[in-house]
């Protein structure tokens, strides 16, 4: 009876997981066919997450934003607008870059923030997390070779930057694991909204922009954020990282489908690295939470 109860629970998880992975993996893509400047697209698809959010908030929990952030205190709002710095870097980091370097970094921010959270938090992580942790850079450091020749570094830079502000929210959510996730997105996306106005001119905006971008803020954002919690409900924390691994090849694999943009040898290379060390790492982990 037990087993039968586990075995549901844990097929609900992986539907939970795997449709929230493929939901998300479709951002780099909306970025792209948004066709509009940073500015214009970091505005409105702050302003979007921020409106859906709250009233998803309100709906599930019962509870507004602002009240949530307040409970939550000082951390908070710290984390608000060090989310609404990740919303704002990772749009830019797809505009100036290939898409697949962008996804490639980002999934190696997991592994920076085991690291922060043996630093800041003293929980120190076993060596097979340093061993991963100095090959993911090895591969990173690929991927950014592969950028100087495109000229496309710049853009690498900023994915890297909003890699370790990833880390950062990961590390803090460590420490104040109280703090509504539902509310920091939304919040942070007001954040991105509001820093991002002396760079938008959202009244002339063409109408695919506006309805790319809606599907983004309205639809896609809220709906991944939503299946992926309720997703840590039914699986072990290293088994829902194995699906965010996923996120970096079908994010990669929609720009190329559609746009037709071919990632460099060196991206495929560099990006295997990451993606192999973190399949790896997520599995050992995956296997002591079992046997434990």
Same mark, same amino acid.
């Given at each position: 009876?037990?087993? $039968?109860?586990?075995?549901?629970?844990?097929?609900?998880?992986?539907?939970?997981?795997?449709?929230?992975?493929? +939901?998300? #993996?479709?951002?780099?893509?909306?970025?792209?066919?948004?066709?509009?400047?940073?500015?214009?697209?970091v505005?409105?698809?702050?302003?979007?997450?921020?409106?859906?959010?709250?009233?998803?908030?309100?709906?599930?929990?019962?509870?507004?934003?602002?009240n949530?952030?307040?409970?939550?205190?000082? *951390?908070?709002?710290?984390?608000?607008?060090?989310?609404?710095?990740t919303?704002?870097?990772?749009?830019?980091?797809?505009?100036?870059? /290939?898409?697949?370097? +962008?996804?490639?970094?980002?999934?190696?921010? *997991?592994?920076?923030?085991?690291?922060?959270?043996?630093?800041?938090?003293?929980?120190?992580?076993?060596?097979?997390?340093?061993?991963?942790?100095?090959?993911?850079?090895?591969?990173?450091?690929?991927?950014?070779?592969?950028?100087?020749?495109?000229?496309?570094? &710049?853009?690498?830079?900023?994915?890297?930057?909003?890699?370790?502000? +990833?880390?950062?929210?990961?590390?803090?959510?460590?420490?104040?694991?109280?703090? #509504?996730?539902?509310?920091?997105? #939304?919040?942070?996306?007001?954040?991105?909204?509001? $820093?991002?106005?002396?760079?938008?001119?959202?009244?002339?905006?063409?109408?695919q922009? /506006?309805?790319?971008?809606? &599907?983004?803020?309205?639809?896609?954002?809220?709906?991944?954020?939503?299946?992926?919690?309720?997703?840590?409900?039914?699986?072990? #924390?290293?088994?829902?990282?194995?699906?965010?691994?996923?996120?970096?090849?079908?994010g990669?694999?929609?720009?190329?489908? +559609?746009?037709?943009?071919?990632?460099?040898?060196?991206?495929?290379?560099?990006?295997?690295?990451?993606?192999?060390?973190?399949?790896?790492?997520?599995?050992?982990?995956?296997?002591?939470?079992?046997?434990?």
């Amino acid at each position: 009876m037990v087993q $039968a109860v586990y075995a549901t629970d844990h097929r609900r998880g992986t539907l939970l997981a795997a449709t929230g992975v493929l +939901v998300v #993996s479709f951002d780099a893509l909306l970025v792209r066919l948004a066709e509009a400047s940073s500015g214009d697209i970091v505005f409105l698809r702050g302003l979007f997450i921020a409106i859906s959010l709250t009233f998803m908030l309100r709906l599930l929990r019962g509870r507004w934003t602002w009240n949530a952030l307040r409970e939550g205190g000082r *951390p908070a709002w710290t984390m608000t607008v060090t989310m609404g710095m990740t919303q704002m870097l990772f749009v830019v980091a797809v505009m100036h870059t /290939l898409a697949a370097n +962008v996804v490639v970094i980002l999934t190696a921010a *997991p592994l920076f923030a085991a690291v922060l959270s043996g630093i800041f938090l003293g929980e120190w992580v076993r060596m097979r997390t340093w061993v991963a942790m100095a090959l993911c850079i090895a591969g990173i450091v690929l991927v950014f070779g592969g950028s100087v020749s495109l000229g496309n570094w &710049v853009g690498d830079a900023v994915a890297l930057l909003c890699a370790l502000i +990833v880390a950062v929210n990961f590390t803090q959510l460590r420490r104040a694991p109280q703090v #509504s996730r539902l509310a920091l997105v #939304s919040g942070g996306g007001l954040f991105a909204c509001l $820093a991002s106005i002396p760079f938008a001119a959202p009244f002339e905006l063409s109408g695919q922009t /506006l309805v790319v971008v809606g &599907v983004m803020g309205l639809i896609q954002m809220p709906l991944a954020l939503v299946l992926m919690t309720e997703a840590t409900r039914h699986l072990p #924390s290293a088994e829902v990282s194995l699906f965010l691994v996923l996120e970096a090849i079908f994010g990669s694999f929609w720009v190329w489908l +559609v746009l037709g943009e071919e990632p460099t040898g060196a991206t495929l290379i560099g990006g295997g690295i990451v993606i192999g060390t973190l399949v790896g790492h997520s599995w050992l982990a995956l296997r002591r939470e079992r046997v434990a």
